[in-house]
């Protein structure tokens, strides 16, 4: 077996190797078997032989393309390994150059094959290491809509097209779904992690993911489209800077998930009241055959939603964004595909990426409203930083029990750091307090400034839907923030006309649907709260009742407890 074969037993064989020498070229050329259609752009093809700028052959670079070839067909070449680390140095000299450029002619599989045989090589796709990680702005996206629009797919597709999830788990996904005649389901399974979810093909739990852009840091929150699920959905809204929200395309889907019963309706408004302002409407399935990327669909449910989407309080031209895609073959996720020609604007990714800052106060009072919690060597909490800075050995107190708990340890995006701002998603190990202490919805804040919490609160409410009329005395299920709890109606105050805003003179002794009110309410524990005016994600909540959304609203005021 020839000596070039195998990887070099030490760094100086490497080195004396590196030297383009007659006999590499020729063991290059040996290798050759039909590469000259991968030549990179900037060799002309006239003359294959001719030397790169820094003295690296040319033809090494050509062959790039042939190790891939190779793995692709299922047999490991040693030289494979062989051929990157005689070239390792050369690309790192030179980022701009070969296997870049080469990236361009290489199938998107060939080039991710290639990453998995070598970690080291500096390839354009793979995200950059997460030490780096909190240098980049955090963006947290959520994905909403009906049943089956393909929030997951898309999810799972983005994860491998940014570099998230390597081919061999796609395909390993890909054979089990295959085993259970699933196969459009493999993407999903990226997302949909436990047993009952890939059963069923439904999401259940807020998936939670992340990937990169060249400027962003992205966390990927796959709400559950099922109307069974919507709790779990509102948590996962009340964590996002921005909604996107899936449609389908197919005849008939799109027609279902937008009718009355249907989740696009009600999902689009809690994304609206869980404070997401810019939404991004992903209209997917446009390579289904009953569609086949036709501009008229995509008008049709265009048309349809954005009178919707209006009334609850988008505004078409700065909040909302269109864009066709295709979940299951990544069409127009991350490069502009051709069989839409019609759609101008930017694909998927890059537009997220290029979406402005938001502003967030990192100065401001520390809230992390608590997500969800377990043991794991002490206590472990989930949550978005709202607002404020938390750093490692941090004394916190959690609301409302009042508990002075340490941070051991914070996880960003399950990468270690030693400090945290707001926006991100965070693993705080915490020390001082029982796992069975904490409850979803508690709050953590810092001992000088303490979010307020109560039981009773006034607050301006919008009645969506409920078939009856609404008196005092009315029970229903309070989501605000990531806490859900019981709540009681005990007084109507007044009610507020919804062009001028003048409140009525009047108690009213009821509301009904579409009317504004001022009301009092009573929770049976006692919550974490803030007026809207002070600390807008704290003050905002949906009330539902039997599974629908029945209104909406803010808190006005915070009523002290009588003893």
């Known amino acids: 077996m020839d000596s070039r074969d195998t990887a070099p037993d030490s760094w100086e064989q490497e080195d004396e190797a590196e030297a383009p020498d007659a006999g590499l070229q020729s063991a290059f050329t040996g290798l050759n078997v039909n590469a000259p259609e991968f030549v990179p752009s900037f060799i002309p093809r006239g003359n294959p032989e001719s030397t790169d700028p820094d003295g690296t052959d040319a033809v090494a670079n050509m062959e790039i393309s042939e190790p891939a070839a190779a793995v692709e067909n299922g047999e490991t070449d040693a030289t494979t390994v062989e051929t990157w680390e005689e070239k390792g140095e050369p690309d790192e000299v030179e980022p701009g150059g070969g296997a870049m450029e080469e990236g361009g002619a290489l199938g998107d599989e060939a080039q991710d094959e290639i990453m998995e045989e070598d970690e080291e090589m500096p390839a354009p796709k793979l995200p950059p290491p997460p030490p780096d990680a909190p240098k980049k702005e955090h963006v947290n996206v959520v994905f909403i809509g009906h049943v089956d629009a393909g929030k997951s797919t898309i999810g799972g597709q983005i994860m491998y097209l940014t570099g998230m999830v390597d081919k061999r788990t796609l395909e390993k996904y890909e054979r089990e779904a295959k085993e259970k005649n699933r196969e459009t389901w493999y993407l999903s399974w990226a997302l949909d992690t436990n047993q009952e979810e890939r059963d069923k093909g439904k999401t259940v739990e807020v998936g939670r993911a992340y990937f990169e852009t060249e400027k962003k840091h992205f966390t990927i929150l796959d709400a559950p489209g099922h109307k069974s699920f919507v709790p779990n959905m509102i948590g996962g809204a009340s964590q996002a800077d921005l909604a996107v929200l899936v449609i389908s395309a197919r005849k008939g889907e799109f027609e279902t998930g937008f009718e009355k019963g249907g989740q696009t309706r009600e999902h689009a408004m809690l994304a609206k009241t869980a404070g997401v302002k810019h939404l991004i409407v992903l209209i997917n399935k446009m390579d289904d055959p009953t569609v086949n990327w036709s501009l008229d669909r995509y008008e049709e449910c265009k048309e349809k939603l954005v009178p919707f989407l209006k009334k609850v309080g988008f505004n078409p031209k700065k909040d909302i964004h269109f864009m066709p895609c295709s979940g299951l073959t990544g069409a127009n996720l991350k490069e502009s595909s051709e069989l839409c020609p019609w759609y101008t604007g930017l694909p998927f990714i890059p537009h997220l990426d290029s979406l402005p800052n938001f502003n967030r106060s990192s100065d401001g009072p520390i809230r992390l409203p608590i997500v969800d919690k377990y043991r794991d060597m002490g206590t472990v909490v989930l949550g978005k930083l709202e607002s404020g800075t938390i750093s490692k050995a941090q004394q916190l107190i959690m609301m409302p029990n009042r508990h002075t708990v340490e941070v051991l340890s914070l996880l960003s995006d399950d990468v270690e750091t030693d400090d945290a701002g707001p926006g991100e998603n965070l693993k705080l190990r915490l020390k001082g307090i029982e796992e069975e202490e904490i409850l979803p919805g508690f709050i953590l804040c810092n001992a000088e400034n303490l979010c307020h919490s109560g039981r009773t609160f006034d607050a301006q409410i919008v009645i969506i839907e409920h078939k009856s009329i609404i008196c005092p005395g009315y029970n229903a299920v309070l989501h605000i923030h990531t806490c859900i709890e ?63 959304t029945i209104a909406i609203g803010k808190v006005l005021k915070l009523v002290p407890e009588k003893d």
């Open 486 to 548: 019981e709540v009681q109606i005990t007084a109507l105050i007044c009610l507020v006309d919804k062009k001028t805003g003048e409140k009525s003179k009047t108690r009213p002794r009821f509301v009904k649907q579409d009317q504004v009110c001022i009301a009092r309410l009573r929770t049976a524990g006692t919550i974490c709260l803030e007026t809207f005016k002070d600390f807008p994600q704290m003050g905002r909540f949906t009330l539902r009742d039997e599974g629908k």
